[in-house]
């Protein structure tokens, strides 16, 4: 693998970063965060006609740019770095890859171009407890008729108290299947949940006997558990890259910071022990950089060689991996983040409290270290997958 940027991917992360500079520094995440909806409408317009990031890998035949996952990744990071709040990771990490993977060509003829150009969002709604992976999938699903009926309740559901589209993960006596549904299906019913990260909105979608056609389950019957693990893995690869772009901002805020704080007549990035933490969290950062990089490229590998068996055993481990290590890396840096400011470190007007609970959240979501780690030593001993 070159893990080299082509001129093409130096330019996307080159305009990313500038573009989210100027319209997401900390006043506009800070007003963003307030709302009920946790974003801009039109800003997110501005992201989808000029910047076309919702399209990034979504095939040219369904109105995308063809990009790959590494391209995916670089937009990420950027948002990361800026917390920006909008509904570009449950459209485009979590939903977008249901479809990829899962649709047929009706499918995503139908759904892809509403998703590139922007008039629709979309996410992921599959967990039911504080479980992680398959063990949360608790809602149920029946047939009935030509179609299905689906019952249960869908916690921290990533932006579903506004995505337009639900793909619903749900249990019956074929195992997990997922379905594309509507949000304004009748029978569904959402609630936002307020958390510590308010950067990142979560929902609570109850479902009460919610029918559903047959045309709407994405993948054949049986296979739906198999698909969610694989979309659950390239959720966990795009959150380690916005992680990284998270723990480089702490450090780049905590070496601003130290570098004009003024004691004992000088500034305190010269004192020693300064140093030495501050080169511990950029250490933290490049680690984690170089998990996230490698688990994009198999990821990319994954979405244009779709069933091949060497990247299917390779996509879970490269992706328990970087989300363990970026998990870590970037609350390390958020938390060293505060204790380099001083006292301010946890005050309303500095930011670095927004990097610490986004950071704390993100660790949570789809799987804390520890439950990866325990995938990876199963994996190493032949019993996972």
Not at 48 to 59: F, G, K, L, N, Y
Not at 82 to 98: E, Q
Request: with cysteine; proline share 4%; glycine share 8%.
């Amino acid at each position: 693998m070159d893990f080299a940027f082509s001129d093409e991917q130096e330019m996307i992360r080159e305009s990313a970063e500038s573009f989210l500079a100027d319209v997401s520094d900390s006043a506009a995440v800070r007003a963003a965060m307030a709302t009920a909806l946790g974003h801009d409408p039109e800003l997110w317009q501005r992201v989808c006609r000029e910047m076309v990031w919702p399209a990034i890998h979504i095939p040219e035949q369904y109105g995308g740019l063809g990009l790959g996952f590494v391209e995916l990744a670089i937009l990420l990071e950027q948002m990361g770095r800026r917390l920006f709040c909008s509904p570009f990771f449950s459209t485009a990490c979590l939903a977008t890859p249901a479809l990829l993977l899962g649709g047929n060509d009706e499918q995503k003829a139908h759904w892809l171009p509403q998703l590139a150009e922007g008039s629709l969002t979309a996410t992921l709604a599959y967990a039911s407890n504080n479980r992680s992976g398959l063990d949360a999938v608790q809602a149920s699903v029946r047939a009935e008729g030509a179609g299905f009926v689906i019952d249960g309740v869908l916690r921290q559901v990533v932006d579903g108290h506004s995505a337009g589209l639900l793909i619903v993960a749900a249990r019956g006596r074929e195992g997990i299947g997922l379905f594309a549904v509507p949000a304004d299906t009748p029978g569904i019913s959402r609630r936002l949940v307020p958390t510590l990260d308010q950067t990142r909105k979560l929902a609570e979608v109850s479902f009460s006997q919610v029918v559903v056609p047959a045309e709407a389950r994405l993948g054949a019957a049986g296979q739906g558990g198999e698909l969610l693990e694989r979309v659950l893995q390239l959720a966990c690869v795009a959150l380690a890259a916005e992680q990284v772009g998270g723990a480089q901002q702490a450090l780049d805020l905590t070496l601003a910071y130290t570098a004009e704080r003024q004691q004992f007549g000088r500034a305190i990035a010269s004192f020693q022990a300064i140093k030495h933490r501050a080169a511990d969290m950029m250490l933290e950062v490049e680690c984690a950089r170089s998990a996230a990089w490698y688990a994009a490229c198999v990821a990319e590998e994954a979405l244009a060689f779709n069933g091949d068996k060497r990247i299917a055993a390779e996509l879970p481990l490269a992706a328990a991996l970087a989300k363990a290590r970026c998990s870590e890396a970037f609350f390390q840096c958020a938390a060293e983040s505060i204790q380099l400011h001083g006292g301010v470190g946890f005050t309303w007007e500095y930011d670095p409290h927004l990097y610490f609970k986004r950071a704390r959240a993100s660790e949570a979501l789809f799987g804390a270290p520890s439950w990866h780690r325990e995938r990876i030593a199963a994996a190493l001993l032949g019993e996972y997958p």
